[in-house]
C-alpha cells in the first residue's frame, strides 16, 4: 500500500496551492482518503476525507471550510486537495492516507509565509 503527497511549497498568504496523492498497492475505489496535517510542533490532524468511489461524502475540519476542496479521480487512483485563502496557520506536513490510516508515507510541506 503506498500512497504518495506531493505539490506542497512556499505561498505567500492568501495565495493557493493544490496537492495531489498517488495511490497504489490497494483497491482505491473502495477506500475512503483522507489528508492529514502536522504543524511543527503539533499532533497531525485530520484535514479532510472524501469516501469511497462509490459514497463520494466529503468532510472538512472546521478551520478549512470554505477554502479547502478534497476531490478524487478514480480512474487514475488520485486524490486531490485544492487549497485557497491559505493563511500561516495552515503551514505543516501534509500526508495522505486511507481513512482509517494505515501507515505513513512522506508527506509534502507547505509553508504559508510573506
Known sequence: ?????SGG????????LRLSC?????NFDYYAIGWFRQAPGKEREGVACI??????NTYYTESVKGRFTISR?????????RMNSLAPEDTA?????????G?????TLVTVSS
Not at 500500500?1 to 503527497?5: D, K, M, S
Not at 511549497?9 to 493557493?16: D, K, M, R
Not at 498517488?22 to 490497494?26: A, N, Q, R
Request: proline residues 6%.
Open 1 to 5: 500500500v503506498q500512497l504518495q503527497a
Open 9 to 16: 511549497g512556499l505561498v505567500q498568504p492568501g495565495g493557493s
Open 22 to 26: 498517488v495511490t497504489s498497492g490497494f
Open 51 to 56: 469516501g469511497s468511489s462509490a459514497d463520494d
Open 73 to 81: 479521480d478514480n480512474s487514475q487512483k488520485k486524490v486531490y486537495l
Open 93 to 101: 506536513v501534509y500526508y495522505c492516507n486511507t481513512n482509517p490510516p
Open 103 to 107: 501507515q505513513w508515507g512522506q508527506g
